[in-house]
């Protein structure tokens, strides 16, 4: 049962380097998001999509870029990283219930990210 | 807008004694609650949720909440703390005026002392 899966676990850039953050499901969830941890400082949401095709920003989007060509894939790509971006990311899915948005979401085990 | 706070970000309790996370939220619709639960270096799972069903909600592993609109609050309860229970836990409100996103509180991290 592979669920929602992030690739890299581990990753280190230097300032200015671009790179992409992978998250796939094979739960044919509708819904998924993505969302930076830092301490003190919860989970806050970037991006997040509802299918195939459609995007929205979330409270930072800031720096993030994402799409959502197929139902499985919704990659994060960072687009010129700074140490700002030093966090870690979750992807997570839902399958969403259109009538009251209380899907559950299921939380990939995160990627670390570490911009010098 | 919606958000939620969580207050106190690190909780100790006793092993066995009764457990009580702090959750207050806002929202300007009735709003679905849900309380995640961390353990070191994985994802969240969820442990319960409030949909507006019955007010007092029983999760996973004994815990359970309770939705009081009047005081805006769905605080996460368990009679008595085990061991295991050491993780942080987040809470989280979802349901905004037709779009989907879920905001999470910034965590508690719950201490078992033996």
């Known amino acids: 049962n592979a669920g929602v899966t992030q690739t890299p676990k581990f990753q280190v850039l230097k300032t200015g380097q671009s790179m992409t953050l992978q998250c796939a499901q094979d739960m044919n969830h509708e819904y998924m998001s993505w969302y930076r941890q830092d301490p003190g400082m919860g989970l806050r949401l970037i991006h997040y999509?509802?299918?195939?095709?459609?995007?929205d920003q979330g409270e930072v989007p800031n720096g993030y870029n994402v799409s959502r060509s197929t139902t499985e894939d919704f990659p994060l790509r960072l687009l010129s990283a700074a140490p700002s971006q030093t966090s870690v990311y979750f992807c997570a899915s839902s399958p969403r219930d259109r009538v009251s948005n209380t899907g559950e979401l299921f939380f990939g085990e995160g990627s670390r990210l570490t911009v010098l | 807008a919606q958000s939620v706070t969580q207050l106190g970000s690190h909780v100790s309790v006793s092993e066995g004694a009764l457990v009580l996370l702090r959750c207050n939220y806002s929202?300007?619709?009735?709003?679905?609650l849900f309380w995640y639960v961390q353990y070191p270096n994985q994802g969240l799972q969820l442990l319960l949720k409030y949909t507006s069903a019955a007010t007092l909600v029983k999760g996973i592993n004994g815990f359970e909440a309770e939705f009081k609109k009047s005081e805006t609050s769905f605080h996460l309860t368990k009679p008595s703390a085990h061991m295991s229970d050491a993780a942080e836990y987040f809470c989280?409100?979802?349901?905004?005026?037709?779009?989907?996103?879920?905001?999470f509180g910034t965590g508690t991290r719950l201490k078992v002392l033996a």
């Open positions: 999509s509802v299918g195939a095709g459609i995007t």
């Open positions: 929202s300007s619709v009735p709003p679905y």
């Open positions: 989280a409100v979802s349901r905004t005026s037709g779009t989907y996103k879920y905001i």
